[in-house]
């Protein structure tokens, strides 16, 4: 069975400064896809970031990067330069395929970010 | 980003009635659509999946006569509760995936039932 550990519940940071979330994952497959979604208080789930499995690049969106370690099967999220906004539930999210189909992500159990002013 | 809507936003209704909740791609077709379910300070729960044109895939454990999944065009997904009960009540979300960028999937705002 594909599963996804995030293993902070819960973690704070100071506005401006730096937070990595952590994520490991258990998948057979060679070719897969990974995200991170946030979800803010509003419960509206929201793309932060995409990762292809067979590119060796970590992905980075604007103040958002990931630490892709494909070997190792971690996936972690980095925010740089901490907003108020960022104030959320982060998700990791493998996208299991099996078959020739295209399958399901798989959701952590989400890491409860906070940033205080 | 790709928008998609659902409505209703919220839905309170009693116990034994039957609760429609539709899910829309706005601005673009989507080939695959998916129901979760999230209960408080919880992860998603993927209940079924859906393609347009044909039977939804139920998850284990979930009761594909309780939840009845309509997929009748690529920009429109329903799912229905049947005979709702309290233990219904939950946060039901909707997420579709774009035909030709096959991997992303973007996600409605969230109906939230409560079933007195």
């Known amino acids: 069975a594909q599963t996804v550990t995030q293993s902070q519940p819960e973690m704070s940071v100071q506005e401006a400064e730096t937070v990595t979330l952590s994520c490991t994952y258990d998948?057979?497959?060679?070719?897969?896809?990974l995200f991170w979604y946030k979800q803010p208080p509003s419960r509206q789930m929201i793309l932060v970031i995409r990762?292809?499995?067979?590119?060796?690049q970590n992905a980075t969106e604007n103040r958002f990067s990931v630490n892709f370690q494909k070997a190792a099967k971690s996936f972690s999220l980095k925010i740089s330069d901490s907003q108020l906004g960022d104030t959320a539930m982060y998700f990791c999210?493998?996208?299991?395929?099996?078959?020739?189909?295209?399958?399901?992500?798989?959701f952590g159990k989400g890491t409860k970010l906070s940033v205080k002013p | 980003g790709a928008v998609v809507s659902q409505h209703p936003s919220r839905v309170i209704c009693k116990s034994g009635t039957s609760v429609k909740i539709e899910c829309r791609s706005l601005?673009?077709?989507?080939?695959?659509m998916f129901w979760y379910r999230q209960f408080p300070k919880q992860s998603l729960m993927l209940m079924a999946t859906s393609n347009e044109g044909s039977k939804a895939t139920y998850e284990q454990g979930v009761e594909k006569d309780k939840f009845l999944i309509n997929h009748a065009s690529l920009t429109l997904s329903t799912l229905t509760v049947t005979s709702a009960h309290p233990e219904d009540s939950s946060f039901y979300i909707c997420?579709?995936?774009?035909?030709?960028?096959?991997?992303?999937?973007?996600f409605g705002p969230g109906t939230r039932l409560l079933v007195l």
């Open positions: 998948t057979s497959e060679n070719n897969y896809y």
């Open positions: 601005d673009f077709q989507a080939t695959t």
């Open positions: 997420s579709a995936r774009i035909r030709g960028e096959g991997e992303t999937q973007y």
């Open positions: 999210a493998p996208l299991t395929c099996y078959g020739g189909s295209q399958g399901n992500l798989i």
């Open positions: 990762q292809e499995a067979y590119k060796q």
